[in-house]
């Protein structure tokens, strides 16, 4: 076998290669360090000498100092459909802002005249995702952007309430503002809170929470003749109970009447209407019989219908065979006077001898009348025609109890201590 002896020529030459693959390692390190040349891959158009922090300082000058807040945060959930939506600027102003539904319909909003805030100008729907994308711009003109999504609340997690009187309307003197929830409220304090009743002739207004779900408002006395009243929601927002928001905001107004009073006396069969205070009209009646008396107490008139059907049997009256002890489909101009079933109604089946007379009606206040209700001068049309929502009867001298408060809109039965010790404020 050949033995080869490397020569001292040959072990130069590996030297010498050697020296120039370590160089060469060391040149492309040098090309990736952040100190490169002009020519290096990072290093373009900047000296040997240039640091990261006036690299960043650069790209801060070419940045808008507009800065640009929408509320809700993104990824929201339960926000308003009244008040959330709001888009802001800072040390600059808005130039453009859209806000989109889920199927692309943009949302109809209002920018303020220095261009600082835009909100929407109609309320949003619930359980809707929307979308906004707002841009500003800087005193140099240089632009900011900001983009946001939020889901508003739910039916599950929000309530209203459904409140009477309608907004505009005249009624009588005797008509609370009644308000009933669609869900049950735990934090009273808050949402009665969120309730203002007010009226002009300054009376003091106190709410009342007959349960969960009903608040009744009131003062002392019957409203001032005359007066307005006005109803302000503003329960957008306001936890109703755990995790469940109100979503109502809004203002409402309506005017008290004439002052009109009618006292039912059982025990004389007669209505004795007095307006303002003095007497204008006195009507012959039948009241509940002995078996089915009328509630004693101050009733308002909640609802009119110049002809209504009446079956016992939605009441409680029946016969042996669950039927109805009576159904009368066409009683005319009858007046709600309670949720359980009290009327003031016309009646053409009893003879024209009842009234004055007789007590004959399970319950119901009955004044003379005609079947089809069209005959003005009967008693019956007369005091229909006279007489508003809201308007007080007030029954006595029967063999029944005074009817609840919470039966009908007749919280008058409560003295004022009593009303006002059910408040939550």
């Known amino acids: 076998m050949e033995k080869r002896v490397m020569t001292d020529s040959k072990r130069r030459r590996g030297l010498v290669a050697a020296s120039a693959l370590l160089g060469g390692v060391l040149v492309l390190t040098a090309c990736n360090d952040g100190d490169a040349t002009a020519d290096g891959a990072n290093g373009a158009g900047r000296s040997p000498d240039t640091s990261q922090a006036q690299v960043d300082e650069a790209a801060a000058q070419k940045t808008s100092k507009a800065r640009i807040e929408i509320t809700p945060k993104n990824g929201a959930i339960n926000a308003s459909i009244n008040n959330d939506a709001k888009v802001t600027v800072s040390d ?29 100008s109609v309320q949003l729907e619930r359980a809707t995702t929307y979308k906004i994308a707002a841009t500003a711009q800087d005193a140099d003109g240089r632009q900011a952007h900001e983009n946001a999504s939020f889901t508003t609340v739910s039916k599950a997690n929000s309530f209203i309430g ?62 001032a003749e005359g007066s307005t009243v006005t ?49 204008i009209k006195t009507i012959p009646i039948s009241a509940g019989s002995p078996e089915t008396p009328t509630y004693n107490g101050q009733m308002v008139i909640s609802e009119k219908f110049k002809e209504t059907r009446m079956n016992g049997a939605t009441v409680g009256f029946t016969d ?26 016309g009646n053409y089946w009893g003879d024209d001898s009842v009234f004055g007379n007789v007590n004959t009606s399970h ?45 009908g809109l007749n919280g008058w039965n409560m003295d004022w201590a009593a009303w006002k010790a059910g408040s939550a404020l």
């Open 92 to 120: 600059g102003t808005l130039t453009e802002v859209t806000m989109t539904a889920p199927d692309g319909t943009a949302v109809k909003g209002e920018m303020a005249a220095d261009k600082k805030s835009w909100k929407p």
């Open 162 to 223: 459904n409140f009477t009187p309608e907004d505009g309307s005249t009624v009588g003197v005797g008509m609370p503002v009644s308000i009933n929830f669609n869900k049950p409220i735990t934090h009273k304090k808050a949402v009665q809170a969120g309730i203002e009743v007010s009226s002009s002739s300054g009376q003091e207004v106190v709410g009342h929470w007959f349960n969960s779900q009903r608040i009744d408002f009131r003062p002392d006395q019957y409203w």
């Open 231 to 279: 109803l302000k929601l503003e329960l957008d927002g306001v936890e109703g109970s755990d995790g469940v928001f109100g979503v109502q905001q809004k203002t409402v107004t309506f005017k008290i009447g004439r002052n009109q009073v009618s006292t039912v006396d059982v025990k004389t069969k007669t209505m004795t209407v007095q307006r303002n205070g003095k007497t």
């Open 320 to 345: 042996d065979d669950g039927k109805g002890e009576y159904d009368i489909k066409d009683v005319p101009h009858a007046m709600r006077l309670s949720t359980s079933g009290t009327f003031i109604h």
């Open 363 to 407: 319950g119901c206040v009955g004044l003379n009348d005609v079947k089809g209700a069209g005959d003005p001068n009967q008693a019956a049309a007369w005091f229909y025609d006279n007489s508003l929502i809201g308007d007080v009867v007030i029954v006595k001298n029967s063999k029944d109890k005074t009817i609840k408060p919470d039966n």
